[in-house]
């Protein structure tokens, strides 16, 4: 149990363009998904918190406009990076918590997004 | 907001051996403190987690101890093996406030075993 999936696992794009990043989780509803970016070697950085049906909350420093952040549904999030930048190249991680659930946190693979 | 400070950040040992990793936190009011596990490339993993009710937890060759008057949590690593390489993050909420469910994570530990 407990499965987040994330899709697409890695995507190269050129600057200027717009990435959709989904995050799903597949067997559990999930009220509460999180956002993270990692740069490699260091921990994970919060970008966001997103609960659906509602709008995400933003970390401080995170341009909301730039992170688009749409939780439509009990068991999808998206993130859409606008106008990238090759400065936007990270891993991005999404996260969920269950509907019931305690603090605990299952994580999805990962996007690996390049921007060139 | 919750600080918390992870230490070593390299961790070598011989396989068999045990690890420790030790994470302090800042807010008093914490009430649950889990244990990611990273491999390279790969999504952090759930280990184990603690709640504040209880000073330790074992799940067989793991466990967590809690020290909730130094504000410090520990993962015990005992017997450690060639797949117990990996980066290892500790983690703290902001509060006890259930409706505020985000983690603050350590800056993590890069755990390598020595066969």
């Known amino acids: 149990g407990a499965v987040v999936s994330q899709h697409p696992s890695w995507v190269i794009c050129k600057s200027g363009t717009s990435v959709k990043i989904e995050c799903r989780s597949l067997d559990f509803q999930a009220t509460t998904m999180f956002w993270y970016r990692q740069f490699p070697k260091q921990s994970l950085m919060l970008m966001a918190t997103?609960?659906?049906?509602?709008?995400?909350?933003?970390e401080q420093g995170v341009e909301k406009d730039k992170f688009l952040i749409n939780h439509a549904s009990l068991t999808l999030s998206t993130l859409t990076v606008t106008s990238a930048h090759p400065e936007d190249s990270s891993f991005y991680i999404c996260?969920?918590?269950?509907?019931?659930?305690?603090?605990?946190?299952?994580f999805g693979p990962g996007t690996r997004l390049t921007v060139t | 907001g919750e600080n918390v400070e992870q230490h070593p950040s390299t961790l070598s040992v011989q396989e068999g051996d045990s690890a420790v990793i030790k994470c302090t936190y800042s807010?008093?009011?914490?009430?649950?403190f889990p244990w990611y596990k990273q491999e390279l490339g790969k999504r952090p993993q759930l280990i184990i987690d603690i709640r504040s009710n209880v000073g330790e937890k074992k799940d067989q060759r793991i466990a967590v101890t809690l020290n909730k008057t130094a504000k410090h949590f520990s993962l015990h690593i005992t017997e450690t093996q060639p797949e117990d390489s990996a980066v290892y993050f500790c983690?703290?909420?902001?509060?006890?406030?259930?409706?505020?469910?985000?983690?603050?994570f350590g800056t993590g530990t890069r755990l390598t075993i020595i066969p």
């Open positions: 807010d008093s009011a914490s009430n649950y």
């Open positions: 996260s969920a918590r269950s509907l019931g659930g305690f603090y605990e946190q299952y």
């Open positions: 997103s609960n659906e049906g509602s709008k995400a909350t933003y």
């Open positions: 983690a703290a909420p902001k509060g006890p406030n259930f409706g505020n469910e985000k983690l603050t």
